[in-house]
């Protein structure tokens, strides 16, 4: 499934520490979003590991599962629609 992390950090060193977490985990597509292709329960265990690195006081981050079937329905402008990553890489 598709994860959408957003969020809103005004202080720059934890914004560049959970910026450069997320690319570990999926596409930068803006500057204060993350498209992951993960299970639910990877995007649990995912924002245990988010909540340790920010300040729940002053900044804010969301997550919203996306199912499947909703994929074909997103619409883009500037960019390609969201897609998961090839399953298998040829070297």
């Not at 329960?41 to 340790?52: G, S």
Request: include cysteine; glycine fraction near 4%; charged fraction near 30%.
């Amino acid at each position: 499934m598709l994860v959408l992390v957003v969020y809103d950090i005004a202080d720059d060193k934890r914004r560049l520490k959970l910026s450069n977490f997320l690319e570990g985990h999926g596409r930068r597509v803006q500057e204060s979003v993350f498209e992951c292709f993960i299970s639910l329960d990877d995007m649990k265990k995912l924002h245990v590991k988010i909540k340790k690195r920010v300040k729940p006081e002053t900044d804010n981050v969301r997550m919203y599962w996306i199912p499947s079937d909703a994929l074909p329905k997103a619409l883009t402008v500037g960019s390609n629609p969201p897609a998961p990553p090839p399953s298998f890489y040829i070297i």
